[in-house]
């Protein structure tokens, strides 16, 4: 990190305005633009660079590996990379961005980045040692434990097979010759009631709210604040983490539930690996204990520790008082009670077979007897808090305190709490929505709109071309179709979006939106009439959005569509880039 960047203020800033650090890398990046421009024999002066943003959409690893293979073809392409000022991503494609800024100016080297991170991606997956060392890590450094955490450590570590620990900020240098990464997630609270401002931003510099124009430093969010001043610091989030907050929807609600069940489930029975935990967590307490009633470190202290008897006998009393032994049988109850609630949660959520609800309505008590699938999510909500409640009183130690608050936050689906640096802060600038709770809910941005087009359409960003790659499932116009409706009830500058009727089930490898004093919009399906002829819905269920981790030869494949959609269209986004300079050059 450059030893001349500014320190967290600690303070919210409320302006519209680009934070300075960005104005200055913006600066810098246009004269290495108008350089790469020269290389593709496109002549402009300074004030004429076009500021070209690169949008990744979601769609899971399918997003991550599409968007890589697209990123690599840029480059290879004449160096087009070197013209995008921003590269910004919505759940699986960032993903993608989290693994290239590992790599210090990762676009001057793209073809070796690109060949690590494949080979870590057919790799060994994250042992289950690593994880859950790292849940403990999360569940014992944040003022909040939620979903993401789990996701985090449960999920993604499958998809990505690392566990990236360092910080945003660690991976940005103000030298960087890459674009600007944008990370972008929603407000929960925001996208529920219809009102304020669901769009927020992180970027190596802030975190905030992109229309309202509401930040911290990136690495005060998740601190507490009151009234626009930092109170109590928390230490930066990293890169998993990072990756779990704009990623934590690769599907509905629905599925996302029978995942967790399940993978939590297959956590729990590393039963003799928890309980191995459970021991030593113990000794640990225990040796603390010890240590605070015998005294250390002076005389006085030694005598005191005398009176108290042998260590033998006063660790037999410390244990007295300390949690069920993780042998007792009553250790094996709780423990088999977690389990039963577990099943009981997952029958709930995926259609089983009469055997196997039967045998989970023995182990529950009756409760699955219920036909009624809604009396049975209430059923099981009522069992699950009961058992929260019930384990509570009985253990409190890593990790079956974990797991309990695992299953209260499945229950209550908690995801991205973090404290809201707005709470209580005065003026109109923000709406009212923003300054009301101690805390706020991040999540998936596409959710909303599974590409991150309101990072960008910022006004003083002052975006001319927008390069939209688009990873989702389904509909292949829906963002951008989505993205223009919501930029009209909003009046924010956006060309309007017609799509051929032809088009919809069968779309072409590149797609020009534009009009005037707007920015120019380029989208491009992923799997398409030219990339994949008449087997488009081949491609599609090969490449589902929820599915196990891709294969090696998947992961070729796919990077090979990818590449096609670049190496077609090259001439057509140059073409694009010549008219916008064009207009701007009329203007002057």
Same mark, same amino acid.
């Given at each position: 990190?450059?030893? *001349?960047?500014?320190?967290?203020?600690?303070?919210?800033?409320?302006?519209?305005?680009?934070?300075?650090?960005?104005?200055?890398?913006?600066?810098?990046?246009?004269?290495?633009?108008?350089?790469?421009?020269?290389?593709?024999?496109?002549?402009?002066?300074?004030?004429? @660079? $076009?500021?070209?943003?690169?949008?990744?959409?979601?769609?899971?690893?399918?997003?991550? @590996?599409? !968007?890589?293979? *697209?990123?690599?073809?840029?480059?290879?392409?004449?160096?087009?990379?070197?013209? @995008?000022?921003?590269?910004?991503?919505?759940?699986?494609?960032?993903?993608?961005?989290?693994?290239?800024?590992?790599?210090?100016?990762?676009?001057?080297? !793209?073809?070796?980045?690109?060949?690590?991170?494949?080979?870590?991606?057919?790799?060994?997956?994250?042992?289950?040692?690593?994880?859950?060392?790292?849940?403990?890590?999360?569940?014992?450094?944040?003022? /909040?434990?939620?979903?993401?955490?789990?996701?985090?450590?449960?999920?993604?570590?499958?998809?990505?097979?690392?566990?990236?620990?360092?910080?945003?900020?660690?991976?940005?240098?103000?030298?960087?010759?890459?674009?600007?990464?944008?990370?972008?997630?929603?407000?929960?609270?925001?996208?529920?009631?219809?009102?304020?401002?669901?769009? /927020?931003?992180?970027?190596?510099?802030?975190?905030?709210?992109?229309?309202?124009?509401?930040?911290?430093?990136?690495?005060?969010?998740?601190?507490?604040?009151?009234?626009?001043?930092?109170?109590?610091?928390?230490?930066?989030?990293?890169?998993?983490?990072?990756?779990?907050?704009?990623?934590?929807?690769?599907?509905?609600?629905?599925?996302?539930?029978?995942?967790?069940?399940?993978?939590?489930?297959?956590? /729990?029975?590393?039963?003799?690996?928890?309980?191995?935990?459970?021991?030593?967590?113990?000794?640990?307490?225990?040796?603390?204990?010890?240590?605070?009633?015998?005294?250390?470190?002076?005389?006085?202290?030694?005598?005191?520790?005398?009176?108290?008897?042998?260590?033998?006998?006063?660790? +037999?009393?410390?244990?007295?008082?300390?949690?069920?032994?993780?042998?007792?049988?009553?250790?094996?109850?709780?423990?088999?009670?977690?389990?039963?609630?577990?099943?009981?949660?997952?029958?709930?959520?995926?259609?089983?077979?009469?055997?196997?609800?039967?045998?989970?309505?023995?182990?529950?008590?009756?409760?699955?007897?219920?036909?009624?699938?809604?009396?049975?999510?209430?059923?099981?909500?009522? +069992?699950?808090?009961?058992?929260?409640?019930?384990?509570?009183?009985?253990?409190?130690?890593?990790?079956?305190?974990?797991?309990?608050?695992?299953?209260?936050?499945?229950?209550?689906?908690?995801?991205?709490?973090?404290?809201?640096? !707005? +709470?209580?802060?005065?003026?109109?600038?923000?709406?009212?929505?923003?300054?009301?709770?101690?805390?706020?809910?991040?999540?998936?941005?596409?959710?909303? !709109?599974?590409?991150?087009?309101?990072?960008?359409?910022?006004?003083?960003?002052?975006?001319?071309?927008?390069?939209?790659?688009?990873?989702?499932?389904?509909?292949?116009?829906?963002?951008?179709?989505?993205?223009?409706?919501?930029?009209?009830?909003?009046?924010?500058?956006?060309?309007?979006?017609?799509?051929?009727?032809?088009? *919809?089930?069968? $779309?072409?490898?590149?797609?020009?939106?534009?009009?005037?004093?707007? $920015?120019? @919009?380029?989208?491009?399906?992923?799997?398409?009439?030219?990339?994949?002829?008449?087997?488009?819905?081949?491609?599609?269920?090969?490449?589902?959005?929820?599915?196990?981790?891709?294969?090696?030869?998947?992961?070729?494949?796919?990077?090979?569509?990818?590449?096609?959609?670049?190496?077609?269209?090259?001439?057509?986004?140059?073409?694009?880039?010549?008219?916008?300079?064009?207009?701007?050059? *009329?203007? +002057?």
């Amino acid at each position: 990190m450059s030893a *001349s960047k500014p320190q967290a203020s600690g303070k919210v800033r409320i302006q519209p305005s680009l934070n300075k650090s960005e104005e200055e890398f913006v600066a810098r990046r246009r004269n290495s633009v108008l350089q790469s421009l020269k290389k593709l024999q496109i002549q402009c002066s300074k004030d004429e @660079v $076009p500021n070209i943003a690169l949008l990744g959409s979601g769609g899971g690893q399918r997003a991550m @590996v599409g !968007l890589l293979g *697209s990123l690599v073809q840029l480059q290879k392409t004449s160096s087009l990379l070197d013209c @995008v000022l921003y590269l910004s991503g919505v759940s699986g494609s960032t993903w993608c961005l989290a693994s290239l800024y590992q790599e210090p100016d990762w676009s001057t080297k !793209l073809e070796s980045v690109k060949d690590k991170i494949i080979q870590r991606l057919g790799g060994p997956a994250v042992s289950w040692g690593d994880a859950l060392a790292k849940l403990k890590k999360y569940y014992n450094g944040k003022d /909040f434990f939620s979903l993401t955490d789990v996701w985090a450590v449960m999920v993604i570590t499958a998809y990505v097979k690392e566990i990236d620990e360092h910080t945003l900020k660690e991976q940005w240098d103000q030298r960087s010759k890459d674009p600007f990464p944008i990370y972008t997630v929603i407000d929960k609270q925001c996208k529920q009631r219809k009102s304020g401002d669901p769009w /927020f931003e992180i970027t190596p510099h802030e975190a905030g709210y992109s229309l309202t124009g509401a930040f911290v430093d990136a690495s005060s969010f998740g601190s507490q604040f009151q009234k626009g001043s930092k109170k109590n610091k928390q230490d930066e989030f990293d890169m998993l983490y990072l990756q779990a907050l704009c990623g934590s929807a690769l599907a509905d609600e629905d599925e996302i539930k029978k995942l967790l069940w399940q993978k939590i489930k297959d956590f /729990f029975q590393q039963k003799e690996k928890i309980l191995e935990e459970m021991r030593k967590e113990q000794d640990k307490r225990r040796q603390e204990e010890l240590r605070r009633e015998r005294g250390t470190g002076s005389g006085k202290d030694f005598v005191v520790g005398l009176k108290l008897g042998p260590p033998e006998a006063l660790l +037999h009393r410390i244990s007295e008082r300390s949690q069920p032994d993780p042998n007792s049988a009553a250790t094996d109850e709780c423990y088999q009670l977690l389990m039963n609630t577990v099943d009981m949660n997952l029958s709930v959520s995926t259609a089983l077979d009469e055997s196997i609800r039967t045998t989970l309505n023995d182990l529950s008590g009756g409760i699955l007897k219920t036909a009624d699938k809604k009396a049975e999510e209430l059923n099981e909500k009522c +069992h699950t808090m009961d058992a929260y409640n019930n384990l509570r009183e009985q253990i409190n130690v890593w990790p079956f305190d974990a797991w309990m608050n695992i299953i209260k936050c499945m229950d209550l689906w908690i995801w991205g709490r973090n404290y809201n640096f !707005l +709470h209580k802060m005065t003026g109109e600038a923000v709406h009212s929505t923003l300054l009301e709770s101690k805390t706020r809910d991040f999540e998936d941005a596409g959710l909303l !709109l599974n590409s991150p087009y309101f990072s960008v359409l910022r006004k003083e960003r002052n975006i001319d071309l927008i390069i939209s790659l688009d990873f989702s499932d389904g509909d292949p116009f829906m963002t951008v179709k989505d993205a223009a409706k919501m930029c009209r009830e909003r009046n924010i500058p956006f060309p309007e979006v017609i799509i051929p009727s032809e088009d *919809s089930e069968k $779309p072409k490898d590149f797609y020009v939106f534009k009009g005037q004093n707007v $920015p120019t @919009v380029i989208h491009i399906p992923l799997f398409n009439v030219v990339n994949c002829g008449d087997k488009i819905e081949d491609w599609s269920n090969k490449y589902r959005t929820f599915q196990l981790p891709l294969s090696a030869e998947m992961i070729t494949d796919l990077m090979e569509v990818a590449e096609q959609n670049i190496t077609n269209n090259k001439a057509k986004v140059v073409e694009e880039i010549r008219a916008i300079i064009e207009q701007k050059r *009329s203007r +002057h």
